[in-house]
């Protein structure tokens, strides 16, 4: 009896002790993990939704979807030109004009302006890129009438002779003026304006043409900007929500209609390559800085390029950012130096451009460079060409995250619009993509990124406090341009 | 197109002479956030909100640990072992939870902030089980190698450069925090001191771990396209067998302001930005909604006291504010751009003029509706989609024990008067309680 009592009290004792571990129910297993992991996605297919597509007789057109699941209406547009329409001469007005339009119109002041927005809990924006100026807003559905007549306001009567004329000015002088100390819109300065000389694509991110043209303009060179870019014709736009497609359609003709075309042809200036860039490498010297900011790229195809959606894949597997892919097994998995690294692809309608950025410690830039020329050469050379499985990994995420990207309607209206308008796309390329990703093999994928890529014509820009960077490139005899601005 | 005048006339009238009857001000009821939920006997807390128009689903875990826990050369371990949580198990070897996720189509992250540590998987809904088993492994079995420890330091050292040291904001941000919370974990960056991310040994992330990875201190929250029966049976399969643990959070030592305190940092920057921090309540205080709602009125809105006044007026180049909801009392952050050092001190008069204007005068009805307008918008896009709600469930349930301390706060809302916001405004936002660095440009 008292052996049975203590055997008991020595369980219970061990139970006690050991009862965090015991009680667990799951033999963790390498095994385990695989067997669990077994997974082939479904291939997706984006159901794209009803719409009709109506064209006023001043060109504008609208895709109307009625989709009435939430008491919200959405739009979202585009107007063709953008900073391609900007001339040498007045680089950033494109930015300018769109300030302008975001705070005021000739029938709304500013205060009035944004009250209106306010009160009816509006959002309406317009930005501008490359190829296009882009529009979007929201309302809830028993405020969308206001918001038509808010785009049509913002888009068609800009106020430039304003009073906050000046101070947008002004504000955007400073905000630019800040840029020269930011590492990233310093580094892209330098990228851009090398890689696009004298073209509108670099007009975006030439700070210092901006500061130096600012002071110069007047609003009749936003109100010339306007004039020579924005047409009705050029705007295509959808409206997705609570609506009545009647009665939006009325409103649209109501607010619209009478904005007459002025049939402008958009300007096409030519990207011209500049060869001196291929393997330059140019440092900002910010002695401040305790890292170096990098990016190194080349001219690339346009929007017109054949194989976009196998490079895509392919270029996922050297340095889509996610820990699996090439740059970032090597750089941040393996060595530590780098927090995230990314390659792009960056197609506009008239020349993109291929780059790689990261951040690393000063002293490891050398050797960060030649990873990422090293990484993408065993690519293009077949040492280390891409796998099936590494493609396979890829195909697998974006059939899962597919459907979560075009969950909302407005964001399937809002790819295939463009497509359709601007590239001559089916309305069913969203599927016609996932096809063909979905039969690309890691033979096709390699063979498109051997044949795409270009290590030798890096252009490499770094803003870093040289004393850290240049050692290991002296010690290596290579050259690099040192630009002093601070 | 006069009409648009006319009608915000029309409109702004109705506001001010049917204050509280116009639509814009209807009272709104937030919807129900439709989640089950359930607790193991071991205290991990579970929700569980249900969606199916896609086919993936969201596993997200939250631990009650963030910088505010931290000790004194400590700073930054919270942080450091989000990151260490990726480096394998016992079982899981390096580079196999990328491994396994990717090879399933799948997306992971994770977050350290002042009060919480959130890690996520969002995977294919077949793969649910994949992303349990992963997270209840390392939720007792992690993997400390001293290897990957030294390695991992150097990314996270690349990842304070990166976000911190090198931003003209974010460096000044740090030491106005400093400043504002002397002697206090409060004090710091959720990143940390280089110094400290330099000494910290694995010892020292073992023992952190230790102490606060464990259920009764976790919440977990499985969103998307997955069974509540699925969800139960796997969490506990995988989660019931581990200790409930003890975590007894570190007391916050914050000692009062007795005055304001006003520095300057100079730096490498072509326009001067004045930082303030200006202590509140802590997260689940009624008053937190009332501050947000007076911060939008002040500094926020398009039509904000602080826009028209100092940005119409050349006086700013750009301004916000917003607060920062932790367990303890927290703080309000808010920066104005003064269009160069020499508009600074006018400025700053101006911008403490108009918060003296609401504590002496209030708002106005009006501002209060377009807030709320604003408000009850957000709400409303929100729910396409459900699970962005998963969020304010898990933070109110582990921090306060209030899932539904989101719609709380709306009811609140609902009833909120102008006369709160101007209380809240003499309460908080006074020059007292605050601490003002001006960055100075030295270049």
């Excluded at chain 1, 969308?144 to 009567?157: G, R, T, W």
């Excluded at chain 2, 508009?343 to 807030?371: R, S, Y």
Aim: proline share 4%; net charge negative; aromatic share 10%.
């Amino acid at each position: 009896m008292k052996k049975t009592s203590l055997l008991i009290v020595v369980c219970l004792s061990l139970f006690v002790v050991f009862a965090p571990t015991t009680l667990a129910s799951v033999e963790y297993s390498e095994e385990l993990f695989v067997s669990l992991s077994h997974n082939v996605n479904d291939v997706p297919y984006i159901t794209t939704p009803e719409y009709s597509k109506h064209v006023l007789a001043n060109g504008v057109t609208v895709y109307l979807v009625e989709d009435n699941q939430l008491p919200i209406v959405e739009m979202q547009g585009y107007i063709l030109g953008g900073r391609t329409q900007e001339s040498p001469a007045t680089p950033g007005v494109a930015d300018l004009v769109v300030q302008m339009m975001n705070t005021g119109t000739v029938n709304l002041g500013e205060v009035e302006f944004s009250r209106y927005k306010e009160t009816y809990g509006l959002d309406f924006n317009v930005g501008v890129s490359s190829d296009y100026m882009v529009f979007s807003g929201n309302s809830l559905s028993l405020d969308q009438k206001e918001l038509i007549a808010l785009a049509y306001d913002v888009l068609k009567n800009p106020d430039f002779a304003a009073d906050y004329y000046a101070r947008n000015i002004q504000q955007l002088y400073q905000l630019l003026s800040y840029a020269l100390y930011r590492d990233a819109l310093l580094l892209d300065i330098f990228f851009y304006t090398s890689l696009f000389p004298g073209h509108p694509y670099s007009n975006g991110t030439n700070v210092i043409a901006m500061l130096q043209a600012f002071p110069t303009y007047t609003p009749q060179h936003l109100q010339d900007f306007y004039d020579s870019s924005v047409d009705p014709a050029n705007i295509i736009m959808t409206i997705v929500g609570d609506i009545n497609e009647k009665e939006m359609l009325a409103t649209l003709e109501a607010e619209f209609g009478a904005w007459k075309s002025p049939n402008l042809t958009l300007s096409e200036p030519e990207v011209m390559v500049n060869e001196a860039n291929f393997g330059k490498i140019m440092l900002v010297n910010k002695p401040d800085a305790t890292q170096a900011k990098m990016k190194m790229g080349y001219n690339f195809y346009d929007t017109s390029f054949g194989e976009k959606n196998a490079f895509q894949m392919a270029n996922n597997v050297f340095g889509s950012g996610t820990f699996s892919s090439r740059l970032m097994d090597t750089l941040r998995s393996q060595k530590g130096y780098v927090y995230g690294v990314y390659s792009t692809a960056d197609y506009s309608k008239l020349g993109g451009l291929y780059y790689i950025t990261t951040d690393v410690a000063p002293d490891r830039t050398y050797e960060a460079m030649n990873i990422i020329t090293d990484e993408m050469t065993v690519i293009q050379d077949g040492t280390e060409p891409i796998t099936e499985q590494e493609l396979f990994n890829y195909v697998n995420f974006y059939n899962a995250f597919y459907p979560q990207t075009y969950r909302h309607k407005i964001d399937i209206m809002g790819s295939l619009i463009y497509g359709i308008e601007t590239e001559g796309k089916s309305d069913d390329y969203l599927n016609e993509f996932v096809a063909e990703y979905n039969s690309l093999t890691a033979a096709q994928a390699q063979q498109v990124f051997s044949e795409s890529v270009y290590p030798d014509q890096f252009l490499t820009v770094i803003i870093g406090n040289k004393d850290f960077i240049l050692p290991a490139f002296a010690e290596n005899d290579i050259e690099v341009e040192v630009i002093e601005l601070f | 197109m006069q009409v648009l005048k006319r009608r915000l006339l029309f409109v702004l009238v109705c506001l001010m002479l049917v204050a509280g009857t116009a639509v814009a001000t209807d009272n709104f009821v937030v919807p129900e956030i439709d989640y089950a939920t359930f607790t193991l006997d071991n205290g991990l807390e579970v929700f569980v909100i249900e969606d199916d128009s896609v086919p993936l689903v969201d596993v997200s875990i939250y631990y009650n640990v963030g910088s505010i826990d931290e000790p004194q050369g400590k700073t930054g371990i919270s942080h450091f072992l989000e990151h260490t949580m990726f480096l394998g198990t016992e079982s899981l070897g390096k580079g196999m939870v990328e491994q396994l996720i990717s090879s399933v189509g799948g997306n992971y992250n994770a977050m350290t902030s002042n009060d919480l540590t959130f890690y996520y998987f969002q995977v294919p809904s077949s793969k649910l089980e994949l992303a349990m088993a992963i997270e209840a492994d390392r939720m007792n079995n992690l993997k400390i190698d001293p290897v990957d420890i030294e390695r991992e330091r150097e990314v996270i050292k690349q990842e304070r450069r990166g976000s911190l040291e090198n931003d003209v904001f974010s460096a000044a941000l740090e030491q106005v925090q400093a400043v504002a919370f002397p002697n206090s974990s409060l004090g710091h960056q959720v990143v940390g001191h280089m110094e400290d991310l330099n000494n910290i040994t694995a010892a020292d992330l073992q023992a952190y771990y230790k102490n606060y990875y464990c259920p009764s201190n976790a919440v977990l929250v499985v969103t998307g396209d997955a069974k509540l029966a699925e969800v139960k049976q796997l969490t506990e399969k995988y989660f019931s067998g581990y200790a409930a643990g003890n975590v007894v959070r570190p007391e916050v030592n914050i000692t009062p302001l007795e005055s304001e305190v006003v520095f300057e940092i100079p730096a490498n920057s072509s326009i001067p930005i004045s930082v303030m921090i200006y202590r509140t309540a802590q997260g689940n205080d009624p008053d937190i909604m009332a501050i947000s709602v007076f911060l939008n009125i002040l500094i926020n809105n398009q039509s904000s006291r602080v826009k028209q006044e100092l940005l119409q007026k050349q006086l700013i180049i750009e301004t916000g504010g917003f607060p920062f909801e932790i367990r303890v009392p927290g703080y309000a952050l808010l920066y104005t751009v003064p269009m160069s050092i020499d508009h600074l001190p006018i400025a700053q008069q101006a911008f403490d003029a108009e918060i003296e204007k609401i504590i002496a005068d209030g708002v106005t009805q009006e501002e209060l509706n377009i807030v709320k307008k604003a408000v009850m918008k957000t709400m409303i896009m929100s729910q396409k989609d459900p699970a962005s709600m998963a969020s304010s469930i898990a933070v109110g349930a582990l921090q306060y024990g209030q899932p539904n301390m989101l719609q709380e706060q709306i009811e609140y809302l609902n009833n909120l008067t102008v006369e709160d916001i101007q209380a809240v405004a003499a309460k908080y936002f006074q020059p007292d309680n605050r601490v003002l660095g001006n960055v100075i440009p030295v270049n």
